[in-house]
């Protein structure tokens, strides 16, 4: 089993519709998790962090963690074409403190 | 503007030659990582350091070394580069555990 597992996609909404991009983590004692947008050929950028159960909003993102699930998910509402890339789910260890990012999924968001 | 900045952005070169990606930070931070990045095997670290003089194995070190004399500074060294160090490479810096985490822009490297 993956330490961070996520479906590689790709994932295809219409424009406007509300995307949901998943993420599972094998380490119950993970504290710390981020989501990173990624275009092709750049840097991941940071879009979301989240430490605690329950929701998490900023604009049109919103993160959710359930810890006893062992599940973070993304929620993009409002999609546009510019969301287009791949999202990294990446967790903190609770063990060893080290980042452990997932393979990615890319979004696909169709005019 | 709070950044991480890498160069060079892209290189060419050949098999064994030496090269140096710098890599600097202006956030003050304590932790700094390098990573590859390839296709289908996603984004893996190479070294990382907890701090001045403080460095560590991450996943794939081999064929690499880095130092970090300076807190805002974390150059990666190829000391005899191969064909199988073609990849796209991020340095990240964070302030300390449980932080978020920055990325550079990423160096494109090209070993023939």
């Known amino acids: 089993q993956k330490e961070v597992e996520q479906n590689s996609g790709p994932l295809s909404v219409p424009e406007g519709a509300i995307a949901s991009l998943n993420c599972t983590y094998s380490d119950r004692g993970s504290q710390s998790f981020f989501w990173y947008r990624q275009y092709s050929g750049k840097s991941p950028e940071l879009i979301m962090s989240?430490?605690?159960?329950g929701d998490k909003e900023d604009g049109r993102f919103t993160a959710q963690l359930n810890k006893a699930s062992q599940y973070v998910s993304l929620l993009i509402r409002d999609s546009q074409p510019s969301d287009s890339a791949t999202y990294l789910c990446?967790?903190?260890?609770?063990?060893?403190?080290?980042?452990?990012f997932g393979q990615g999924t890319t979004l696909q968001v169709k005019p | 503007e709070a950044q991480v900045t890498q160069n060079p952005r892209y290189l060419i070169t050949v098999t064994g030659k030496k090269l140096t990606v710098t890599c600097s930070q202006n956030m003050n931070h304590e932790y700094m990582s390098w990573y590859r990045q390839d296709p289908g095997l996603g984004l893996r670290q190479i070294y990382y350091s907890m701090n001045v003089e403080v460095t560590d194995k991450g996943d794939v070190p081999e064929g690499y070394k880095v130092s970090r004399k300076e807190k805002r500074n974390f150059p990666l060294i190829l000391e005899s580069p191969s064909p199988n160090q073609t990849s796209l490479y991020f340095c990240?810096?964070?302030?300390?555990?449980?932080?978020?985490?920055?990325f550079g822009p990423g160096t494109r490297l090209t070993v023939t």
């Open positions: 990446a967790v903190r260890s609770g063990n060893t403190g080290k980042l452990i």
């Open positions: 990240a810096s964070r302030l300390g555990n449980g932080y978020e985490q920055y």
């Open positions: 989240i430490y605690s159960n």
